[in-house]
């Protein structure tokens, strides 16, 4: 009798250690800072956030960690889950930001404000630790797209050679956010400007008498000391830069 009894509170210990742990309480991050994202008003402009899922951690039979960022939407809110899991089970933070839009005379001004974290901890035998993430980083650190031509009363062979000489070309582990394709193509070009990685895909023409220059970039965004990114200030200052390689 003695060893069914032991036999049935091991069977549910065991139950219970494929459950989750309770969660704890919200913490609230309204005492962080929001960011805020200035954009044009005559171009639409999409804001992507970094998402991912990845192994982190090999073992002799595959992958045994991985790590991932997911976005949703719920109430209006921007919902952030940083993840640690087996493909299976694991533990996350799970972040609310608040989403507001203001219009002013000539931008429009998205901001997003932490209000609040939620963890989990799925298991209860050596269980992933939930994972740390600073958020503000993260909302700060985005990438958008913009398109634009300019015309150059030089030939195409010679904008073409201008790139070369006076640009760098982009790093080949440069990846778009929500994708796992990593750029490798020789017409790629990359710059900074105002603390944001630009990569660019430079394509010419011939036009009229001289040519057509059409760039495709993808503006990577950094931290920013008053945490306002001035995506407006972004876009001229890299056209104003190609504009001034096409015309060396």
């Given at each position: ?51 991912y ?28 889950e ?9 533990s ?53 797209k ?11 062979q ?27 193509l020789?017409?790629y ?6 603390g ?21 970039a ?31």
């Open positions: 009798m003695f060893k069914k009894v032991i036999t049935v509170a091991l069977f549910a210990s065991a139950l219970a250690a494929c459950k989750s742990t309770p969660p704890p309480a919200d913490v609230p991050l309204t005492n962080l800072p929001a960011v805020s994202y200035k954009l044009p008003l005559n171009q639409p402009i999409d804001i992507s956030f970094n998402t899922d990845k192994c982190e951690s090999y073992g002799d039979k595959g992958c045994t960690k991985y790590g991932s960022i997911k976005l949703g939407n719920e109430a209006g809110n921007v919902i952030v940083k993840r640690t899991h087996n493909g299976a089970i694991g996350g933070a799970v972040y609310t930001i608040n989403e507001t839009t203001e219009r002013t005379s000539d931008s429009n001004i998205v901001t997003y404000q932490p209000a609040k974290m939620s963890s989990y901890q799925q298991g209860l035998i050596l269980p992933f630790p939930v994972p740390s993430m600073d958020i503000v980083d993260y909302l700060s650190n985005t990438q958008f913009t398109k634009f031509e300019i015309d150059s009363e030089y030939p195409s010679s904008v073409k050679a201008n790139f070369d000489r006076l640009m760098n070309k982009v790093r080949k582990n440069f990846r778009i956010y929500g994708s796992n394709s990593k750029l490798a020789d017409d070009y990359m710059l900074d400007v105002e944001a990685k630009v990569v660019m895909l430079v394509e010419s023409f011939p036009y009229r008498n001289g040519s057509k220059v059409v760039v495709n993808v503006v990577q965004t950094q931290k920013s000391n008053n945490n306002v990114i001035d995506v407006a200030s972004i876009i001229k200052s890299v056209e104003a830069k190609i504009a001034k390689v096409i015309n060396s």
